[in-house]
Each structure stands twice: as structure tokens, then as C-alpha cells.
């Protein structure tokens, strides 16, 4: 093992843009879904639970689809595919 590169000099392509990229669209999709949801209970409040569900399930798919990112990621860069 000791003949190995470590895994970020020996991967070819670069992945922390692509890392930076997909966090800073999670942060402004949540701020943005979390500010429609806060807009919408000041508009009707009665269904305030109803929004809530719905924002804290589509919060939760965001996440999941980020995590799936930095699985993506992690995999390229130590499975190093292009070595």
C-alpha cells in the first residue's frame, strides 16, 4: 500500500468546485423554500401545518440529494476511476 498516491494527488479531475457548486445550491434552495413556506403560514395561517409537512419533506429530499452528491464525490476520488 505504500506505492499508492493518496487519493488527491492521484485523482485527475478536481472535485471540490463541483462540492462547492452543489452546497451553495442546497443553501439558497433551502433559504428559498423556507422563505416561500414562512410567506405562505403569514398568508393563511389555518394551514400552517399542512406547509410545514410539506416544507420539512422537501427540505429532507434536498439534503438527500446532497448527500448523494458527496457520495458521488467520494466515491471518484478515492475509487480514482481515471488514474
Known amino acids: ?3 499508492r ?3 488527491q494527488e492521484g485523482s485527475k479531475i478536481r472535485l471540490d468546485p ?5 452546497s451553495i445550491g442546497l443553501g ?3 433559504g428559498t423554500a ?3 413556506a414562512v410567506e405562505g403560514i403569514a ?3 389555518q394551514a400552517e401545518g399542512k406547509i ?3 416544507l420539512l419533506l422537501s427540505l429532507a429530499f434536498m439534503e438527500a440529494l446532497t448527500i ?3 457520495v458521488v464525490a467520494l466515491a471518484l476520488l478515492f475509487a480514482n476511476p481515471f488514474a
Do not use: E, N
Open 18 to 22: 463541483y462540492w462547492a457548486i452543489a
Open 1 to 3: 500500500m505504500a506505492d
Open 43 to 45: 398568508r393563511q395561517p
Open 34 to 36: 423556507a422563505g416561500q
Open 68 to 70: 448523494y452528491g458527496l
Open 52 to 54: 410545514r409537512g410539506t
Open 28 to 30: 439558497v434552495g433551502q
Open 5 to 7: 498516491d493518496p487519493p
